[in-house]
C-alpha cells in the first residue's frame, strides 16, 4: 500500500491452526496461460497427494479470443499439489487446468498436449519408434518479468538521466540508476524464498538489464512438470506483487513501441544430451531446428492476441535477443543468438540447449511440446530435409555421429 509516498511491505499475520481443517487455494490460468485466477475452498482433512483434491467447478473462456459466448461453466481439475508459502502449511496450493466437460479438455489447455507429445517420446504413434533408453526430457525456463508504473512503463524508467542503449544493469548492485530497486530486489528475494517453501524447482534469480526488469529460473523439471511448477511460481510472484503493492508484468512487451522486451528462455534436453558425448546429439538437435519452418514453431511460443513476441524479435534496437527470420547459432554468446549452448555445456561436452526465443508470457505446456515436435521429431522441418526424421539416431553412441 501507499504510505506518505513509500511503499509498504504488507504481510498476512500468522494464525495458529487450531483444527484439522485445511485450506485448499486453486489456482488456474485464464485464456492467457500467463495471468491467473484463484478459488479457496474448505476441506475436512489435510491432502496427501493432488489426487485427493476434488475436481470444482468455475468459468473461463474456452479460447483466447475471450469472446462472450466462449465465456462457459467449466471444471477445474487439480495436476500439482504445492505448500502454501502465504498460509503455511498444512493448507496448500493446487493448480488446477480447464475442462469443458470432464472427459474433453478445454480450448486453452495445452497442458493435455503436452502430456500427449512427452507420451509420444516413449512410443511415437507416427513412425513406431520406441528408443532403446528413455529420453527422460528435462526442461528450464528463464523466466524475465518487469516492475511498472500505472503506465506500464518500468517503475525505475528515467531517459532523461541515462542511456538505456549502453546502461549495464545485468547483476548491478548499488548502480545510480537505482531508484527503488532495494523494494524490487526484496520482492525478487522473497518469491525465491516463497517457491522454493512451495516446493516449486526454482533455482535461481538475477537482476536483469533493463530497468526494473527481473528473471527467476524454473528447473530442471521432467516433461510436463516444467509447466506446472512455472505456473504455480508465476502465481506467487503476483501474490507477492500485491502484498507489496507493486505492479509486474509478464508481457513480452509492457508498452508497444517502446524498446522494453522481456523473454522466456526455454532449456532443453534428453537423457543422450546429458550423457558423455552429449554435445554431438544437441548439435543434432539444433541442425533439426536451423532447417526448420521457424512460424509455426513462433506461433506456438507466442499465442497471444497481441503477439507481442514478434515486435520483440523484429525490433533492432537492442542486440540481445535473437531475430524473427534469421537462424543464428553462435556457441556462447548471446548477440542476436537463436540457439545458444552455455558456455559450460560446451566446456563438459554435454548438458542442454537454450532456444532464446519464446517470450515472457510464454505458455509452457506448449512451448515444451513444440520445441519436443522441433527438434526430436522433426515436424516442422522445411522440404528437403526429410532424411532428419530418421528417429534412429538417438539409439546411436556419439561415436557414430
Request: hydrophobic share 35%.
Amino acid at each position: 500500500m501507499e504510505t506518505n509516498g513509500k511503499l509498504q511491505f504488507v504481510s498476512m499475520p500468522d494464525i495458529p491452526n487450531s483444527s484439522k481443517r485445511v485450506i485448499l487455494e486453486y489456482v488456474f490460468a485464464n485464456h492467457t496461460n500467463y495471468q491467473f485466477w484463484s478459488r479457496v475452498k474448505v476441506v475436512d482433512r489435510e491432502p496427501k497427494t493432488v489426487n485427493d483434491c476434488p475436481a470444482w467447478d468455475s468459468y473461463m473462456w474456452n479460447s483466447v479470443y475471450q469472446k462472450d459466448s466462449e465465456f462457459i461453466p467449466m471444471l477445474t481439475k487439480p495436476v500439482a499439489m504445492f505448500e502454501n508459502p502465504f498460509l503455511k502449511s498444512p493448507h496448500k496450493l493446487v493448480l488446477c487446468d480447464m475442462w469443458k466437460t470432464n472427459d474433453e479438455p478445454a480450448g486453452i489447455n495445452t497442458r493435455v498436449q503436452c502430456l500427449e507429445t512427452m507420451e509420444r517420446l516413449k512410443n511415437d504413434p507416427k513412425t513406431g519408434f520406441r528408443p532403446k533408453v528413455p529420453h527422460d526430457p528435462w526442461f528450464g525456463i528463464e523466466q524475465e518479468y518487469i516492475v511498472t508504473r500505472s503506465d506500464n512503463f518500468p517503475a525505475s524508467y528515467e531517459p532523461k538521466d541515462n542511456d538505456y542503449s549502453t546502461l549495464i544493469l545485468y547483476c548491478s548492485m548499488g548502480h545510480v540508476h537505482d531508484r527503488n530497486v532495494a523494494l524490487e530486489r526484496d520482492l525478487s528475494m522473497k518469491h525465491l524464498q516463497a517457491c522454493i517453501y512451495a516446493g516449486v524447482n526454482a533455482c535461481g534469480c538475477i537482476r536483469e538489464n533493463g530497468p526494473s526488469q527481473w528473471e527467476y529460473q524454473v528447473g530442471p523439471c521432467p516433461g510436463v512438470e516444467i509447466g506446472d511448477h512455472l505456473q504455480m511460481s508465476r502465481y506467487i510472484l503476483l501474490r507477492l506483487g500485491e502484498q507489496y503493492g507493486l505492479r509486474v508484468t509478464l508481457k513480452s512487451v509492457p508498452v508497444r513501441g517502446e524498446a522494453f522486451f522481456s523473454s522466456g528462455h526455454l532449456n532443453f534436453s534428453v537423457r543422450k544430451m546429458r550423457e558423455e558425448g552429449g554435445i554431438k546429439f544437441i548439435h543434432h538437435a539444433i541442425n533439426l531446428l536451423a532447417k526448420s519452418d521457424p512460424i509455426p514453431l513462433l506461433k506456438i511460443y507466442d499465442q497471444t492476441l497481441d503477439q507481442g513476441n514478434t515486435e520483440r524479435l523484429t525490433n533492432t534496437s537492442g542486440r540481445w535477443h535473437p531475430k524473427q527470420d534469421e537462424f543464428v547459432f553462435a556457441g556462447d554468446r548471446k548477440d542476436f543468438t537463436t540457439i545458444r549452448i552455455p558456455p559450460l555445456v560446451e566446456a563438459e561436452g554435454r548438458g542442454y540447449l537454450e532456444d532464446r526465443r519464446p517470450p515472457s508470457s510464454v505458455d509452457p505446456y506448449a512451448a515444451a511440446a513444440g520445441l519436443v515436435r522441433a527438434c526430436i521429431f522433426g515436424d516442422f522441418l522445411r522440404p528437403g530435409n526429410e532424411q532428419l526424421k530418421d528417429l534412429s539416431v538417438w539409439d546411436k553412441d556419439p561415436s557414430e555421429l
